[in-house]
């Protein structure tokens, strides 16, 4: 209501100024005193009215039966005020528009015509030339014609009005269940988003320290070297998985690039690669690798992490290379392996690949694998810059 009170302001002046100019006139009308107090209290009567009851309840509100009470009562005042001062029939050019915005246009229409129409029938009996009222007749049906042209235009703003404002509701309720359906994509994502974090960090740094743990629990009688070894890894792997653990508590950055470019941090993971398991891991880079954003260098090292993963539990592979491309267009990162490959349209059960995607298609990347049981796998991540 509150917004229909505030697009009322333009018909609320026009209203005072007819109020207005029709009581002056009335005023000044060549009619006794008594008369032109009584005309003019009736005028007085109908602004009043309209301001306390029926501006609110019968026209912007519509509610019934005070529609239908506020138009009774301001046609009876108005034909009190033409009853005493003819002149009032001027204020027909405010009764009108007001009757056809509180009552339906099949109701509105007739009111409005015995209103323009009972005026010059008053005044003859008023003042007793019961023969001339009819030469009055044409006049008022002019204006009962111009009266009903503006009602008809209108009842034609007021149902607009009414369809907007439907409109309006219905884009309110869909801008709400956009904005909630937004935010259950949003919460979505950022689960899917942690479950990644988590099994490219956490969970590979596991992996890694109970297969430690089983290469030293294999050595334990037989070389102590080993089994030392062995467990200096898996404690250097739990202070790091501990690492990534606060990292993603506290801002979800790899810990890894913290305090190291995307170019050490590959190199160290090849390097842990090959002290965990023996194979010959090499890595080797080109071009220039500054300048990328952290999430492209996050996508690229839980890439290259997931893939040494993969390879550490299922490639058997003897020998694995690390490449990362920096070219003006992109970045490339190919992780091979002399494994025992796989297939890679085959359903797979597990989280590695998907996730991988997953982020790529966060920094519009793409991965591809190439892959077939017994010849190797090689996993290319390509992100454009």
């Given at each position: 209501?509150?917004?229909?009170?505030?697009?009322?302001?333009?018909?609320?002046?026009?209203?005072?100024?007819?109020?207005?100019?029709?009581?002056?006139l009335?005023?000044?009308?060549?009619m006794s005193?008594?008369?032109?107090?009584?005309?003019?209290?009736?005028?007085?009567?109908?602004?009043?009215?309209?301001?306390?009851?029926?501006?609110?309840?019968?026209?912007?509100?519509e509610?019934?039966?005070?529609?239908?009470?506020?138009?009774?009562?301001?046609?009876?005042?108005?034909?009190?005020?033409?009853?005493?001062?003819?002149?009032?029939?001027?204020?027909?050019?405010?009764?009108?528009?007001?009757?056809?915005?509180?009552?339906?246009?099949?109701?509105?229409?007739?009111?409005?015509?015995?209103?323009?129409?009972?005026?010059?029938?008053?005044?003859?009996?008023r003042?007793?030339?019961?023969?001339?009222?009819?030469?009055?007749?044409?006049?008022?049906?002019?204006?009962?014609?111009?009266?009903?042209?503006?009602?008809?235009?209108?009842?034609?703003?007021?149902?607009?009005?009414?369809?907007?404002?439907?409109?309006?509701?219905?884009?309110?309720?869909?801008?709400?269940?956009?904005?909630?359906?937004?935010?259950e994509?949003?919460?979505?994502?950022?689960?899917?988003?942690?479950?990644?974090?988590?099994?490219?960090?956490?969970?590979?740094?596991?992996t890694?320290?109970?297969?430690?743990?089983?290469?030293?629990e294999?050595?334990?009688?037989?070389?102590?070297?080993?089994?030392?070894?062995?467990?200096?890894?898996?404690?250097?792997?739990?202070?790091?998985?501990?690492?990534?653990?606060?990292?993603?508590?506290?801002?979800?950055?790899?810990?890894?690039?913290?305090?190291?470019?995307?170019?050490?941090?590959?190199?160290?993971?090849?390097?842990?690669?090959?002290?965990?398991?023996?194979?010959?891991?090499g890595?080797?880079?080109?071009?220039?690798?500054?300048?990328?954003?952290?999430?492209?260098?996050?996508?690229?090292?839980?890439?290259?992490?997931?893939?040494?993963?993969?390879?550490?539990?299922h490639?058997d592979?003897?020998?694995?290379?690390?490449?990362?491309?920096?070219t003006?267009?992109?970045?490339?990162?190919t992780?091979?392996?002399?494994?025992?490959?796989?297939?890679?349209?085959?359903?797979?059960?597990g989280?590695?690949?998907?996730?991988?995607?997953?982020?790529?298609?966060?920094?519009?990347?793409?991965?591809?694998?190439?892959?077939?049981?017994?010849?190797?796998?090689?996993l290319?991540?390509?992100?454009?810059?």
């Open positions: 209501m509150e917004a229909s009170t505030r697009n009322f302001w333009a018909w609320d002046l026009y209203y005072t100024i007819g109020y207005l100019f029709v009581t002056v009335v005023l000044l009308a060549p005193w008594p008369d032109r107090v009584t005309a003019a209290a009736s005028c007085t009567a109908v602004a009043g009215l309209y301001a306390a009851y029926g501006r609110r309840y019968a026209i912007i509100e509610r019934l039966p005070h529609t239908a009470i506020f138009a009774a009562a301001t046609s009876v005042l108005f034909l009190i005020a033409v009853w005493f001062v003819g002149d009032a029939t001027y204020l027909l050019f405010v009764m009108c528009p007001l009757i056809f915005m509180c009552l339906s246009l099949p109701v509105a229409a007739p009111l409005v015509a015995v209103l323009n129409l009972v005026p010059p029938v008053l005044a003859a009996l003042h007793g030339e019961l023969g001339g009222w009819h030469q009055q007749l044409p006049t008022s049906f002019l204006g009962l014609t111009l009266s009903l042209l503006i009602g008809t235009y209108v009842h034609r703003v007021v149902t607009q009005s009414h369809e907007r404002a439907a409109l309006i509701r219905e884009l309110e309720a869909s801008r709400a269940q956009v904005a909630r359906l937004s935010h994509a949003g919460v979505a994502a950022e689960r899917t988003r942690l479950a990644g974090e988590i099994h490219d960090t956490l969970a590979q740094g596991f890694s320290i109970v297969t430690l743990v089983q290469a030293a294999s050595e334990v009688d037989r070389d102590s070297a080993k089994v030392r070894h062995a467990l200096d890894l898996a404690a250097h792997t739990a202070r790091e998985n501990l690492a990534e653990a606060r990292a993603l508590v506290a801002a979800l950055t790899p810990s890894a690039l913290d305090d190291a470019t995307l170019t050490e941090a590959l190199c160290r993971q090849v390097e842990r690669l090959a002290a965990e398991t023996g194979v010959a891991a890595f080797h880079t080109e071009g220039d690798p500054s300048g990328l954003p952290t999430g492209v260098e996050v996508v690229l090292l839980r890439a290259a992490q997931e893939a040494l993963a993969n390879i550490r539990k490639a592979a003897t020998a694995v290379a690390v490449d990362l491309c920096h003006p267009t992109g970045v490339t990162l992780v091979s392996d002399d494994g025992s490959g796989f297939d890679p349209d085959a359903p797979a059960a989280y590695g690949l998907r996730g991988m995607r997953a982020r790529a298609e966060q920094v519009a990347g793409t991965v591809t694998v190439h892959s077939a049981p017994g010849a190797g796998t090689t290319t991540v390509e992100v454009p810059t």
